[in-house]
């Protein structure tokens, strides 16, 4: 259970001072429901005020502090012309400017002739000076209420600046002083305080900290590529890097308090003469390529052995994991127990289904499919032969350990795409069996300096190749502005038989408007193309609409695709060989490479166009490039890695890494690999966290939702 002192932090956003039931969605959308998730929701940037210049003398592009006399008002004539008020510093003149706000206000706190302090980004507009929608303008009675250095957090629709400061000011109030829980000597080397101390730190930056950051070289000494997109100053100071350590910290140990107690509880000696195996190999139209021979070797081995198999096939998209995992499923079965492939989707699910059906069958083996929406009949049927022991295979969604799926003799569990997939869930397949093995497939390509955090210390079978006969696919980039002539071509491409994803552009934070984006793009398909031909997916779908519309591309009826990104994971549809990507600019560099791993499959060439809205930034440039050069997988994400930070191949919704509040795995790696061998140290030493220290660590863990862990601990 929670610790008590925890209590405060778990408690609702809404039970702070100004954060109501109409404001609290807004927080839920920045960062989370609870009072920790503002804690961990810090400031990205410092906004200096210090700066109050003469006019005459200053600088523009900056943030100024101006002490003015009101000199006049120009209400906007029309629509889309700004409200104007003139005022002057006694050095010089500054027209301040509104796009929104009603004049009876704007009169209020510009009073003419009267003095007001405002606050500000000062600006050069033609010969004048100028500020647009000035941060505080106050009497200058009132001007104490500007603050020196004003922390700048990430922000959404509907929550301002200083709303958010307010508030995580009053949320910090809320956290109590903990037990260290780190290692002393680390603390001293790297000059960190406490937890509490550091975290009103992180939150509360001062320039020292800027210039301690600029000067001391350990962290990242060149701005942060986020940073300069944002066009403001990501410090990485100690206390913000003992945040991510913490962070780290209880993630490492997470891993590895699941890790033992995965290896712990013994496992099975699965042993199979390998006849079934064989008997597939003959039957299949082609032969393995060395990978896959290899790593389906690497598999079998490890589930000879008395041991548990926790092992990663890792390989990119197209790679051919899943015919490996068949023989692995294979083994088992003549091994004697059953097999289980979750994978993250329906559409997925029932893909996998009918393929490796038509493969098992034949072999005299049975095989089920069991998801969300299976008929209660279907599902009744599934179920029992599943407890009977009659059903060898089965494939399924989450649905699979769902609390009355039992299992005669679960052995092996297959767990595809699994970057969907927790870790909490691989143990829940797990506990379904005794002694189960576990195969995990991923398409991500981490990097190899990341590989920790994402799966700790799993095996690793690696799929370098792709089967042969694969041609390249040509990437080429478009402008937006050519659309037109995009849509003509693939009229083109239509004619000539082929098949085609319309990748709709990704809209930031907003489900709502991307489906707006992908019903628009639809229309205009349909408009030049016919509307037979084409077909829509997204995320608002229901899972059947869904199904039936991605069958219907499978089976070559509608022949473009129009999908938000819901057609990244899996499906496998070889007659398609051109796609496109609108405003590919937005995607991350891993999920572009996913996408475009959809493509490529048949015999045909494939084509792949990326569009893009210019001006294009240097780092997006630099992106598209990387795609349009380089089809390994490993390297782009080495690359995505590089130009952007981990926050984009891992943090965002679709590439499905493991993604931190705190810590960011592209400047913070090397604490990544401090964490993971104190976490081995911690464990080796003190398994069930029992000394002074490990209950410290215990509250840790709780801190940032590590629960299922520590319930393995023999006294939760
Ligand atoms: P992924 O690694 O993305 O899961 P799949 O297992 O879906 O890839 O394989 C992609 C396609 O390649 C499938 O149609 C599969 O039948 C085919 N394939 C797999 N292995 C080979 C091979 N050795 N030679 C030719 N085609 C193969
Ligand atoms: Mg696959």
């Given at each position: 259970m929670r610790p008590t002192i925890l209590f405060p932090l778990f408690a609702d956003v809404t039970t702070l001072?100004?954060?109501g039931a109409k404001i609290a969605p807004h927080y839920a959308r920045l960062c989370g429901t609870k009072i920790v998730d503002l804690l961990w929701h810090l400031p990205v940037g410092l906004i200096d005020r210090t700066y109050s210049p003469k006019l005459r003398y200053a600088d523009k592009g900056k943030v100024a502090t101006l002490h003015l006399t009101i000199l006049e008002h120009i209400p906007n004539e029309r629509v889309g012309?700004?409200?104007?008020?003139?005022?002057?510093?006694?050095?010089?003149?500054?027209?301040?400017?509104?796009?929104?706000?009603?004049?009876?206000?704007l009169s209020k706190i510009y009073p003419l002739n009267k003095s007001v302090v405002v606050s500000g980004n000062l600006e050069r507009f033609g010969r004048g000076w100028t500020m647009s929608h000035p941060d505080y303008a106050l009497p200058p009675e009132r001007a104490k209420e500007i603050p020196s250095f004003e922390p700048v957090y990430p922000l959404t629709e509907g929550l301002s600046r200083k709303m958010v400061h307010k508030t995580a000011q009053l949320a910090l109030a809320h956290a109590p002083d903990l037990a260290e829980w780190n290692d002393p000597h680390l603390m001293k080397r790297e000059g960190w305080t406490g937890w509490r101390e550091s975290l009103l730190a992180a939150h509360n930056p001062t320039v020292e900290s800027r210039h301690r950051e600029a000067l001391n070289g350990r962290g990242d000494p060149s701005p942060h590529p986020q940073a300069q997109a944002r066009n403001d100053g990501v410090y990485v100071d100690p206390s913000r890097q003992r945040l991510a350590y913490d962070e780290l910290l209880a993630d490492q140990l997470a891993l590895g308090v699941i890790r033992r107690h995965h290896r712990q509880t013994g496992g099975r000696a699965l042993k199979a003469s390998g006849t079934l195996q064989q008997k597939l190999l003959s039957a299949l139209p082609f032969t393995l390529t060395k990978g896959q021979q290899q790593a389906a070797q690497e598999i079998i081995n490890d589930m000879v052995k008395p041991k548990k198999m926790l092992r990663l096939l890792q390989g990119d998209v197209g790679s051919g994991k899943t015919i490996v995992a068949l023989m692995a499923m294979l083994h088992a079965v003549e091994a004697g127990v059953q097999t289980a492939m979750m994978v993250p989707t329906e559409i997925l699910a029932r893909q996998h289904y009918e393929r490796l059906k038509l493969l098992v069958e034949p072999l005299g083996l049975t095989i089920g499919l069991l998801v969300g929406k299976s008929r209660a009949k279907d599902r009744q049927a599934v179920l029992q032969s599943l407890?009977?022991?009659?059903?060898?295979?089965?494939?399924?969604?989450?649905?699979?350990?769902?609390?009355?799926?039992?299992?005669?003799?679960?052995?092996?569990?297959v767990m595809d795409e699994q970057h969907r997939f927790g870790v909490h869930q691989r143990l829940q397949l797990s506990e379904k069996g005794r002694g189960v093995d576990i195969l995990v497939m991923t398409a991500t390509p981490i990097p190899r300096t990341l590989t920790l955090t994402a799966f700790g210390d799993m095996d690793v079978s690696r799929l370098m190749e792709k089967p042969a006969g694969r041609q390249p696919i040509d990437t080429r980039l478009i402008d937006m502005g050519r659309l037109e002539d995009v849509i003509e071509g693939v009229g083109r491409q239509i004619a000539k038989g082929a098949q085609v994803y319309w990748v709709c552009p990704l809209v930031e934070e907003s489900e709502k408007s991307d489906l707006a984006a992908a019903t628009e793009r639809a229309n205009?398909?349909?408009?030049?193309?016919?509307?037979?031909?084409?077909?829509?997916?997204?995320?608002?779908?229901?899972?059947?609409?869904?199904?039936?519309?991605?069958?219907?591309?499978?089976?070559?009826?509608?022949?473009?695709?129009?999908?938000?990104t819901v057609i990244e994971v899996g499906v496998d549809v070889p007659n398609a060989s051109l796609m496109i990507i609108e405003h590919s600019e937005r995607f991350g560099l891993a999920q572009l490479h996913q996408l475009r791993g959809r493509i490529g499959r048949g015999a045909t060439k494939s084509t792949c166009l990326l569009m893009y809205q210019s001006p294009l930034g240097e780092i997006a440039k630099s992106r598209l490039t990387t795609m349009r050069e380089s089809e390994d997988g490993f390297l782009i994400a080495e690359e995505d890695l590089r130009l952007r930070g981990s926050g984009e191949l891992l943090g965002t919704r679709q590439s499905g890494m493991p993604s931190f509040r705190i810590a960011d795995l592209a400047r913070d790696h090397n604490l990544l690999a401090i964490a993971h061998a104190d976490a081995e140290t911690i464990l080796a030493a003190d398994p069930e966290l029992a000394t002074e220290r490990g209950k410290a660590l215990r509250t840790l863990l709780y801190l940032f939702e590590k629960d299922a862990a520590v319930r393995l601990f023999r006294s939760g």
């Open positions: 001072k100004g954060v012309r700004p409200y104007r008020i003139i005022a002057t510093d006694g050095s010089g003149e500054i027209t301040l400017t509104y796009f929104t706000a009603k004049g009876d206000y407890e009977e022991g009659s059903l060898n295979i089965v494939i399924g969604t989450h649905a699979l350990f769902q609390a009355d799926v039992t299992f005669a003799n679960l052995g092996l569990a205009l398909l349909a408009e030049h193309l016919g509307a037979n031909t084409i077909g829509l997916v997204h995320g608002r779908l229901s899972s059947e609409a869904k199904n039936k519309v991605m069958e219907a591309f499978a089976a070559n009826e509608i022949k473009v695709l129009i999908a938000t």
